[in-house]
């Protein structure tokens, strides 16, 4: 425990500027006014674990009226996500950094009396200073984070002992857990909080349904820089032997749309560009580089390559799409997503390509009826979990301090 109060002061020194330019320091410190009433401290490090644990959150706020809700996060981004939902009973502030008297003054100040933790959130202090149940949710143990607990075994079994209930996103962390220190008894299902997906019930524009053809366009979903240039080459390619075949591509980072439209011009591709309202039809790819309508084109277009599969990035989720009914192609790293691109690969609901050519015949290949096929099987092996949302409500719910408590 030593060595992580040496190691956790000095990240705090180095941090501490930054969050000090960005007006975050007391709130990173712990330090701030609290607000009254008995509190859930939930924390999650960005916007899609917060966001998979939404309907959780919503039927937990609702069946539980006497509880207030602590939300941290560690970027802007998701403390304003958690502020835009308005729920009454909630606050969102910036993580604080885990240093031993800042966690006991909130857990003092909030009145905290449970710590939940979202996916790889596993912060030793506020665990072990936590006066009431310990619950990580989806939590997720990759092999390099592993590697580094074993390094701290005293710790991390000290840390894993406490926790009262962990459902693990994955057999390979549920294991990780139990080998680290977790007690048989406390490991739950195994649970990905983002196959639980709701697709938003939303219609496109008639303009967009008549431009882009559900048969004939396929998506490039959250590309980033060296996958446009891929998806690009697979495209032409495609239109070579299927001219009226339309790509959407949607780059992760909007603020690339310059870039990005220069690579597909110098390719003599057409191209509209969404930001700039340019009309969809009679484009060979529309680029939507906007936030937030990554629904819209799953709902418009039949097939879709998750993007960030590429390279080292891990790739993007496959839940999405598959709940939109949507053909799956990727690439070959599929790191942040395995076990669900395990079972799309063992079931053939997916198709894994690593050249553009390759890419291009795949498209080729699957036909309207085929990519219907291909995306109700991908939605039927990558949704399936070992229990279902309601189940995990109802076993956070039961380890919740007692409202007599």
Same mark, same amino acid.
């Given at each position: 425990?030593?060595?992580?109060?040496?190691?956790?002061?000095?990240?705090?020194?180095?941090?501490?500027?930054?969050?000090?330019?960005?007006?975050?320091?007391?709130?990173?410190?712990?330090?701030?006014?609290?607000?009254?009433?008995?509190?859930?401290?939930?924390?999650?490090?960005?916007?899609?674990?917060?966001?998979?644990?939404?309907?959780?959150?919503?039927?937990?706020?609702?069946?539980?009226?006497?509880?207030?809700?602590?939300?941290?996060?560690?970027?802007?981004?998701?403390?304003?996500?958690?502020?835009?939902?308005?729920?009454?009973?909630?606050?969102?502030?910036?993580?604080?950094?885990?240093?031993?008297?800042?966690?006991?003054?909130?857990?003092?100040?909030?009145?905290?009396?449970?710590?939940?933790?979202?996916?790889?959130?596993?912060?030793?202090?506020?665990?072990?200073?936590?006066?009431?149940?310990?619950?990580?949710?989806?939590?997720?143990?990759?092999?390099?984070?592993?590697?580094?607990?074993?390094?701290?075994?005293? =710790?991390?079994?000290?840390?894993?002992?406490?926790?009262?209930?962990?459902?693990?996103?994955?057999?390979?962390?549920?294991?990780?857990?139990?080998?680290?220190?977790?007690?048989?008894?406390?490991?739950?299902?195994?649970?990905?909080?983002?196959?639980?997906?709701?697709?938003?019930?939303?219609?496109?524009?008639?303009? =967009?349904?008549?431009?882009?053809?559900?048969?004939?366009?396929?998506?490039?979903?959250?590309?980033?820089?060296?996958?446009?240039?891929?998806?690009?080459?697979?495209?032409?390619?495609?239109?070579?032997?299927?001219?009226?075949?339309?790509?959407?591509?949607?780059?992760?980072?909007?603020?690339?749309?310059?870039?990005?439209?220069?690579?597909?011009?110098?390719?003599?591709?057409?191209?509209?560009?969404?930001?700039?309202?340019?009309?969809?039809?009679?484009? !060979?790819?529309?680029? @939507?580089?906007?936030?937030?309508?990554?629904?819209?084109?799953?709902?418009?277009?039949?097939?879709?390559?998750?993007?960030?599969?590429?390279?080292?990035?891990?790739?993007?989720?496959?839940?999405?799409?598959?709940?939109?009914?949507?053909?799956?192609?990727?690439?070959? !790293?599929?790191?942040?997503?395995?076990?669900?691109?395990?079972?799309?690969?063992?079931?053939?609901?997916?198709?894994?390509?690593?050249?553009?050519?390759?890419?291009?015949? @795949?498209?080729?290949?699957?036909?309207?009826?085929?990519?219907?096929?291909?995306?109700?099987?991908?939605?039927?092996?990558?949704?399936?979990?070992?229990?279902?949302?309601?189940?995990?409500?109802?076993?956070?719910?039961?380890?919740?301090?007692?409202?007599?408590?």
């Amino acid at each position: 425990m030593f060595l992580y109060r040496v190691l956790i002061s000095l990240f705090a020194l180095v941090a501490a500027p930054g969050a000090l330019r960005d007006g975050k320091l007391r709130a990173r410190l712990g330090l701030g006014p609290a607000v009254r009433g008995r509190h859930v401290w939930l924390h999650g490090a960005s916007n899609g674990e917060l966001t998979a644990f939404k309907p959780v959150l919503l039927a937990l706020h609702a069946a539980r009226p006497d509880l207030h809700w602590l939300i941290t996060s560690n970027s802007r981004t998701a403390t304003a996500l958690v502020e835009s939902w308005g729920l009454e009973r909630v606050t969102a502030r910036p993580a604080p950094f885990d240093l031993g008297w800042a966690t006991r003054r909130i857990m003092r100040s909030w009145s905290v009396t449970a710590l939940m933790s979202l996916e790889s959130e596993i912060w030793p202090h506020r665990v072990l200073h936590c006066p009431g149940p310990v619950l990580q949710i989806a939590a997720r143990m990759k092999p390099g984070t592993a590697r580094a607990w074993r390094r701290l075994p005293r =710790l991390a079994k000290a840390v894993l002992r406490r926790v009262d209930w962990a459902s693990a996103q994955d057999t390979a962390s549920r294991d990780a857990l139990l080998a680290l220190g977790l007690r048989p008894e406390s490991a739950g299902p195994v649970i990905d909080l983002k196959a639980f997906y709701d697709p938003p019930d939303t219609t496109p524009d008639p303009v =967009l349904r008549a431009a882009f053809p559900r048969e004939d366009t396929w998506l490039a979903a959250s590309t980033h820089e060296g996958d446009e240039a891929f998806v690009l080459d697979a495209h032409s390619a495609l239109r070579q032997r299927a001219p009226g075949q339309k790509l959407v591509l949607a780059p992760r980072h909007p603020t690339r749309g310059a870039e990005i439209r220069a690579m597909i011009e110098a390719r003599g591709l057409t191209v509209a560009q969404r930001s700039r309202d340019e009309p969809p039809e009679d484009c !060979d790819v529309y680029l @939507a580089d906007t936030m937030g309508e990554m629904a819209l084109w799953y709902q418009l277009c039949g097939r879709v390559f998750i993007a960030g599969t590429l390279s080292d990035r891990g790739g993007h989720t496959p839940y999405e799409p598959a709940a939109f009914g949507c053909a799956l192609l990727h690439g070959p !790293d599929d790191a942040n997503f395995q076990p669900a691109f395990a079972r799309l690969r063992d079931a053939a609901a997916s198709v894994e390509v690593h050249t553009p050519e390759a890419l291009c015949d @795949a498209l080729h290949a699957l036909g309207d009826a085929d990519a219907q096929t291909a995306g109700g099987n991908a939605a039927k092996t990558a949704l399936a979990q070992d229990s279902d949302l309601n189940g995990l409500i109802e076993a956070i719910a039961q380890r919740l301090p007692d409202p007599d408590a």
